[in-house]
């Protein structure tokens, strides 16, 4: 198949044919890998699921287990007296 290269606002596209994403399983709006190997552009349906919970994302940036990071990042919390209100704060 031959496409073009198009302008998208500030960006450039191609499109693809609704019969060639069927037969990929692909629709609007999934969420696609878009990479770059030996001069070549693949495109394949991300594999992430759609939203990372808190505990992923800590894990994924730390490079350790939830737990780990908890423990090494452990601290002892206080309350912090900020004296008698001195507008019209309601307590």
């Known amino acids: ?25 692909l629709k609007e709006n ?4 878009v990479f770059t190997e030996n001069n070549k552009i693949i495109i394949r ?8 919970t808190l505990k992923q994302r800590v894990e994924e940036f730390y490079g350790k287990s939830f737990e780990t990071v908890l423990k090494e990042n452990e601290y ?7 004296g008698q209100p001195k507008g ?4």
Do not use: C, Q
């Open 45 to 52: 349906k991300s594999v992430y699921p759609k939203h990372k």
């Open 30 to 33: 999934d969420k696609v890998d």
């Open 1 to 25: 198949m031959t496409t073009t290269i198009v302008k998208w606002g500030n960006s450039r596209g191609i499109r693809l044919p609704k019969p060639f994403l069927e037969s990929l399983n």
């Open 88 to 91: 019209s704060e309601i307590w």
């Open 76 to 82: 002892d919390y206080e309350e912090a007296d900020w």
